[in-house]
């Protein structure tokens, strides 16, 4: 069963203090792998897509990296404006365009 | 471009009425998902559609659960009739098939079903 699993569930900073989310997958076929920020009471924004082994992209104090089985997303200094609930979704290979989920990591920054 | 729209934002009914929810997608995007998301269960897709087309609804709950997609402009997703358990929020995506910009979510519509 294709499946999708965040780590740590929930992470305090203080501001500052560089860290890392996990993503690790088990899936059929990745056709690609987002990261989204989702902030309360809004929808998720799209930040990146990965789609080989070894990518990176960076966006300000953000940078994704990929391998066969998961995905970091990594926080360099921390602002308590990076604070935010991170998902990421796999796209499968399987004919269809649809995401799967993880379930997040809610980060919260402290000043 | 304003986002993807949603209306209402937020819906409070009472168990057994039918409930619609409305979307307006980006202008010249050509897929559309309906999301769920609750605590327990994360974001759940519910369907898909593609150049208004359903593609996937394996998502759908059950049969009082139904979505339409008129025209390229437009879409709704009924519940008739609601219950308590599909409180949630339920939020509307569109993107452009085969670019890697993901998808633009709108903001969702609260429902609450007492």
């Known amino acids: 069963e294709d499946q999708v699993t965040q780590s740590p569930e929930a992470l305090r900073l203080q501001e500052g203090e560089s860290s890392s989310l996990n993503c690790s997958y088990t899936?059929?076929?990745?056709?690609?792998l987002f990261w989204y920020r989702q902030d309360p009471g809004k929808g998720p924004e799209f930040l990146f897509t990965?789609?080989?082994a070894g990518e990176e992209k960076e966006k300000e104090r953000l940078k994704a990296t990929l391998t066969k089985k998961e995905s970091f997303l990594h926080i360099t200094a921390p602002k308590p404006e990076d604070s935010a609930t991170y998902l990421c979704?796999?796209?499968?290979?399987?004919?269809?365009?649809?995401?799967?989920f993880g379930t997040g990591t809610r980060l919260k920054v402290l000043a | 471009d304003a986002g993807v729209i949603q209306s209402p934002r937020h819906e409070v009914t009472e168990m057994g009425q039918e409930v619609t929810l409305r979307c307006k997608p980006i202008?010249?995007?050509?897929?559309l998902f309906w999301y769920r998301q609750t605590m327990m269960r994360g974001l759940e897709l519910l369907i898909y559609?593609?150049?208004?087309?359903?593609?996937?609804d394996s998502g759908m709950p059950e049969d009082r659960f139904s979505a339409k997609m008129p025209n390229a402009s437009f879409s709704t997703l009924k519940i008739q009739p609601s219950e308590p358990r599909d409180s949630a929020v339920y939020f509307c995506?569109?993107?452009?098939?085969?670019?890697?910009?993901?998808?633009?979510f709108g903001s969702g519509t609260r429902l609450t079903v007492v």
């Open positions: 995506a569109s993107s452009f098939q085969g670019v890697s910009y993901g998808y633009t």
């Open positions: 899936v059929s076929g990745l056709r690609g």
């Open positions: 990965l789609y080989s």
């Open positions: 979704a796999v796209q499968l290979t399987s004919g269809t365009y649809k995401y799967i």
């Open positions: 202008s010249g995007h050509n897929s």
């Open positions: 559609f593609n150049n208004n087309v359903p593609i996937d």
